[in-house]
């Protein structure tokens, strides 16, 4: 056994070296200031695909410190009330917090420990923001230092001059300037609290909205989040007689909601759109915080194309100006949105975000939700049907020559020959476009002349999950898909234009999947960050399923509702979609080496609802074989200028002729796919408005025990109780409640093309 002397002696050793130790590094570390930060700040420099800089942009050009007398003491006391109410008392560091920051660590759990103003100082200046073990012991030596070092007034003043407000603003002068448009030392008590509650986190805290960074932060949520915090701030302040009652009763009068966005040096036209969609990949694919990202320093090389990029842009606005004319009351609050992917490997190398940043136009519209896409549905549902067969074919695949009803105000039936019922318990009827009695027709005469009832009924002898399988595996978000009830098979759901332009080219590669992306490269300080590889290619489907929806949707052009994409002069697919109530109206097409979609939509600038699009362009309505189809003309007559026409691999015969219920005996003779193209062509009716029915409650998709399925109480993402006429071309339902967007208080923006937007991002 080892003597009391012995391990006295150790135990003296042991506490000699950690005071040594913490002597050292007491002595090693320097005391940062917020000038060193500013220092720091830099720009982001982005970079086209051909490597030519693009725009640069950053923090550095919105920071400005200011001395503690020109910071109100308002905004001084809103901080310490809701941060650090011990700040003039403390040493600078919170043991216990630190404490619990370690242990969380070392049990996996959250990092994040309650920091004094002191320490987050010191990490707004001098360290980095990785979560260690390392970085936590550092940064309790230098706040300790810190608070020997520096007066309360000094670390006070750092800290608002460092901290990360939100929109790139770096220091309370910066944040004062960007919200209200002031200096800081003109802000008033509310107004601090506000400012005060941004640091809680600006991603969810500023009223505009964040659904680029996190889908949560929408301009409404954010608003509640804000109000609540300001208020609770204020009440603090009040608490702790920082604020008298009459102040108090004078700042809670009204919360101080803050000028929107506005667009920052450089970012204006496209250019803007494609900053915000490389940023939220950046984001997506890395550990770097916004704030770190803000501070600048990066260089980000994308995908985009500008000649490609200047070719859409150029087409949106020439068709725009043909057929919009903004003083006329159904032609306002137009908007475009669109996207184009190379097949294959899924670069996205031009998008359409809107009317740019400069014109108060921040909501990414290559990039939002709430936009239901109709009748482009539809080659999903038979790519389902022709990789999965129905539940009457025992797995064996569908042709697309299968015959099903045409007919509108059709009953629609479970897989065990019930109807399915409305939320009344009375049976469902899908509408068409019109009363055209169409009778049975094949499948692919449907898509060509995008008739709803067959696909409805496709859908349900399918299973609306399978549907579903079929489509994420093609690229889109499960997040965007609406209710699995039987208006699912008709566009229902809300992806964006990157991701149904990426989803097309997975036809258009024969079946072979990649994520879309929009960065290949990321620098900081002359190295190359990891975690920006090109997506994996996969095999999403059979590639004989693939080429037989390509060969239907080619038909689409040739002898259907696409009929103005012939206009390319070149072999290209695609399909029109248009949703009830004329809300939304799209194209997405492809030729084997570029997918592009396009949407058209109208908004309430106020209330963010879709308006109908009846009467718009001076249209009795929208149909997606119109402008959109227009749209993607022009630009793909340009952007495939020189290239050479591979058309598409031959489509061999797939599946059985599977018909649907009460279907005429198949002629033995059809067989090939290419048989309907020889059938003259039938042009479809002329559209009609429809009686509007209620969506459906049920469908057979569901087993009895499974947990996951959709029980049918969802609507479809339909308003008010939904209907499901289809729109005027064959289209969804109508469309749900948009959500609220991404960085401009507009009222979409979910990521589904990149960014955060699952996956690999965009």
């Given at each position: 056994?080892?003597?009391?002397?012995?391990?006295?002696?150790?135990c003296l050793?042991f506490?000699?070296?950690l005071?040594?130790v913490?002597?050292i590094?007491?002595?090693?570390v320097?005391?940062?200031s917020?000038?060193n930060?500013?220092?720091?700040?830099?720009?982001?420099?982005?970079y086209?695909?051909?490597?030519?800089?693009?725009v640069?942009?950053?923090?550095g050009q919105?920071?400005?410190n200011?001395?503690?007398?020109?910071?109100p003491?308002?905004?001084?006391r809103?901080?310490?009330?809701?941060?650090?109410k011990?700040?003039y008392?403390?040493?600078?560091?919170?043991p216990?917090?630190?404490?619990?920051a370690l242990?969380?660590?070392?049990?996996?759990g959250d990092t994040?420990?309650?920091?004094t103003?002191?320490?987050?100082?010191?990490?707004?200046t001098?360290?980095?923001?990785?979560?260690?073990?390392s970085?936590?012991?550092?940064?309790?030596?230098?706040?300790i230092?810190?608070?020997?070092?520096?007066s309360k007034?000094e670390?006070?003043?750092g800290?608002l001059?460092?901290?990360?407000?939100?929109?790139g603003?770096?220091?309370?002068?910066?944040a004062a300037q960007?919200?209200?448009?002031?200096?800081a030392v003109?802000?008033?008590?509310?107004?601090?609290?506000?400012l005060?509650?941004?640091?809680?986190?600006?991603t969810?805290?500023?009223?505009a909205?964040?659904?680029s960074?996190?889908?949560?932060?929408?301009e409404?949520?954010?608003?509640k989040?804000?109000?609540?915090?300001?208020?609770?701030?204020?009440?603090q302040?009040?608490s702790?007689?920082?604020?008298?009652?009459?102040?108090?009763?004078?700042?809670?009068?009204?919360?101080p909601?803050?000028?929107?966005?506005?667009?920052?040096?450089?970012?204006?036209?496209?250019?803007?759109y494609?900053?915000?969609?490389?940023?939220?990949?950046v984001?997506k694919?890395?550990?770097?915080t916004?704030?770190?990202?803000?501070?600048?320093?990066?260089?980000?090389y994308?995908?985009f194309?500008k000649?490609?990029?200047?070719?859409?842009a150029k087409?949106v606005?020439?068709?725009?100006k043909?057929?919009?004319?903004?003083?006329?009351?159904l032609?306002?609050?137009v908007?475009?949105?669109?996207a184009s992917?190379?097949?294959?490997?899924?670069a996205?190398?031009a998008?359409?975000?809107?009317?740019?940043?400069?014109?108060g136009h921040?909501?990414?519209?290559?990039?939002?939700?709430?936009?239901?896409?109709?009748?482009?549905?539809k080659?999903?549902?038979?790519?389902?049907?022709m990789?999965?067969?129905t539940?009457k074919?025992?797995g064996?695949?569908?042709?697309?020559?299968?015959?099903?009803?045409?007919?509108?105000?059709?009953?629609?039936?479970?897989?065990?020959?019930s109807?399915v019922l409305?939320?009344?318990?009375?049976?469902?009827r899908?509408?068409?476009e019109?009363?055209?009695?169409?009778?049975y027709?094949?499948?692919?005469?449907?898509?060509?002349?995008?008739?709803?009832?067959?696909?409805?009924?496709?859908?349900?002898?399918?299973?609306m999950?399978?549907?579903?399988?079929?489509?994420?595996?093609s690229?889109?978000?499960?997040?965007?898909?609406?209710?699995l009830?039987?208006?699912?098979a008709?566009?229902?759901?809300?992806p964006s234009?990157?991701?149904m332009?990426d989803?097309y080219?997975?036809?258009?590669?024969s079946?072979?999947?990649?994520?879309?992306?929009?960065?290949?490269?990321?620098?900081?300080?002359?190295?190359?960050?990891?975690g920006?590889?090109k997506?994996r290619?996969k095999q999403?489907?059979?590639?004989?399923v693939?080429?037989?929806?390509t060969?239907?949707?080619?038909?689409?052009?040739k002898?259907?509702?696409?009929?103005?994409?012939?206009d390319?002069?070149?072999?290209?697919?695609?399909?029109?979609g248009?949703?009830?109530?004329?809300?939304?109206?799209w194209?997405v097409?492809?030729t084997?080496?570029l997918s592009t979609s396009?949407?058209?939509?109208?908004?309430?600038?106020?209330?963010?609802?879709?308006l109908?699009m009846?009467?718009?362009?001076?249209?009795?309505?929208?149909?997606g074989?119109?402008i959109?189809?227009?749209?993607?003309?022009?630009?793909?007559?340009?952007?495939?200028?020189?290239k050479?026409?591979?058309?598409?691999?031959k489509a061999?015969k797939?599946?059985?002729?599977?018909?649907?219920?009460?279907?005429?005996?198949?002629?033995?003779t059809?067989t090939?796919?290419?048989?309907?193209?020889?059938?003259?062509p039938s042009?479809?009716?002329?559209?009609?408005?429809?009686?509007?029915?209620?969506?459906?409650?049920?469908t057979?998709t569901?087993?009895?025990?499974?947990?996951?399925?959709d029980?049918?109480?969802?609507?479809?993402?339909?308003?008010n109780?939904?209907?499901d006429?289809g729109g005027?071309?064959?289209?969804?339902?109508?469309?749900?409640d948009?959500?609220?967007?991404?960085?401009?208080?507009?009222?979409?923006?979910?990521?589904?093309?990149?960014?955060?937007?699952?996956?690999?991002?965009?």
């Amino acid at each position: 056994m080892p003597s009391w002397k012995l391990v006295s002696g150790l135990c003296l050793a042991f506490l000699g070296s950690l005071v040594a130790v913490a002597g050292i590094g007491y002595a090693m570390v320097s005391v940062p200031s917020e000038e060193n930060a500013m220092a720091l700040s830099e720009n982001n420099v982005y970079y086209w695909a051909d490597g030519s800089q693009m725009v640069a942009t950053g923090s550095g050009q919105n920071r400005q410190n200011v001395t503690i007398d020109r910071i109100p003491e308002a905004m001084q006391r809103a901080v310490i009330s809701a941060e650090n109410k011990s700040f003039y008392d403390d040493s600078g560091i919170d043991p216990m917090g630190i404490a619990r920051a370690l242990g969380n660590m070392a049990t996996g759990g959250d990092t994040q420990g309650g920091s004094t103003i002191t320490q987050q100082f010191v990490k707004n200046t001098y360290l980095s923001q990785d979560q260690t073990v390392s970085r936590k012991f550092k940064e309790m030596f230098i706040s300790i230092k810190v608070g020997t070092k520096l007066s309360k007034d000094e670390i006070l003043q750092g800290y608002l001059n460092t901290s990360y407000y939100g929109r790139g603003a770096y220091g309370i002068q910066a944040a004062a300037q960007t919200y209200y448009g002031k200096d800081a030392v003109d802000l008033t008590p509310s107004e601090c609290a506000f400012l005060a509650a941004l640091l809680k986190g600006p991603t969810y805290y500023d009223p505009a909205g964040n659904t680029s960074l996190d889908s949560s932060a929408t301009e409404s949520a954010n608003r509640k989040r804000s109000e609540d915090r300001w208020g609770w701030i204020l009440e603090q302040m009040h608490s702790d007689k920082s604020l008298s009652d009459a102040e108090y009763q004078e700042a809670t009068k009204k919360y101080p909601m803050p000028q929107g966005r506005k667009a920052t040096k450089g970012m204006t036209g496209q250019v803007s759109y494609l900053v915000d969609t490389a940023k939220r990949f950046v984001l997506k694919n890395s550990d770097i915080t916004e704030a770190q990202f803000d501070q600048g320093g990066y260089q980000i090389y994308t995908t985009f194309e500008k000649d490609k990029v200047d070719a859409l842009a150029k087409a949106v606005k020439k068709i725009e100006k043909e057929h919009i004319n903004p003083k006329r009351e159904l032609d306002k609050h137009v908007q475009f949105g669109a996207a184009s992917v190379k097949p294959n490997d899924g670069a996205i190398v031009a998008l359409y975000g809107g009317a740019g940043f400069e014109n108060g136009h921040f909501n990414n519209n290559a990039d939002t939700s709430g936009i239901p896409v109709g009748s482009t549905w539809k080659p999903f549902v038979l790519a389902a049907a022709m990789q999965h067969g129905t539940y009457k074919t025992n797995g064996e695949g569908v042709s697309p020559q299968s015959k099903y009803n045409g007919d509108d105000n059709l009953e629609i039936k479970n897989n065990d020959g019930s109807l399915v019922l409305k939320k009344d318990n009375t049976p469902f009827r899908q509408k068409n476009e019109s009363d055209y009695p169409w009778g049975y027709i094949t499948l692919r005469k449907a898509m060509e002349q995008s008739v709803n009832t067959p696909f409805v009924q496709l859908g349900m002898d399918v299973g609306m999950k399978n549907v579903a399988d079929v489509a994420e595996k093609s690229g889109i978000l499960k997040d965007s898909f609406a209710g699995l009830n039987a208006s699912f098979a008709l566009g229902t759901s809300t992806p964006s234009a990157i991701r149904m332009a990426d989803s097309y080219a997975t036809f258009a590669a024969s079946g072979k999947q990649a994520d879309p992306y929009s960065v290949t490269a990321v620098k900081n300080k002359g190295s190359e960050l990891p975690g920006f590889e090109k997506p994996r290619v996969k095999q999403a489907m059979p590639e004989n399923v693939a080429n037989n929806v390509t060969s239907t949707l080619e038909n689409v052009i040739k002898n259907g509702t696409g009929y103005h994409a012939q206009d390319l002069g070149r072999t290209a697919a695609g399909k029109t979609g248009t949703t009830d109530e004329n809300k939304s109206a799209w194209w997405v097409g492809y030729t084997q080496q570029l997918s592009t979609s396009v949407a058209m939509f109208r908004e309430d600038p106020k209330s963010h609802k879709l308006l109908s699009m009846n009467g718009t362009a001076g249209k009795d309505s929208i149909h997606g074989g119109d402008i959109p189809t227009q749209i993607w003309t022009e630009y793909m007559k340009t952007a495939l200028k020189g290239k050479d026409d591979p058309g598409f691999p031959k489509a061999e015969k797939i599946g059985e002729i599977a018909d649907g219920i009460g279907a005429p005996t198949p002629t033995p003779t059809v067989t090939e796919t290419e048989e309907e193209e020889k059938e003259t062509p039938s042009a479809p009716p002329s559209p009609t408005e429809t009686e509007v029915t209620p969506t459906p409650t049920d469908t057979a998709t569901c087993g009895p025990f499974d947990i996951n399925c959709d029980d049918g109480n969802d609507n479809g993402g339909t308003d008010n109780g939904g209907t499901d006429n289809g729109g005027t071309d064959g289209g969804a339902t109508s469309s749900p409640d948009p959500t609220e967007s991404g960085d401009t208080g507009s009222s979409r923006g979910n990521g589904n093309g990149g960014g955060l937007f699952g996956g690999p991002a965009a």
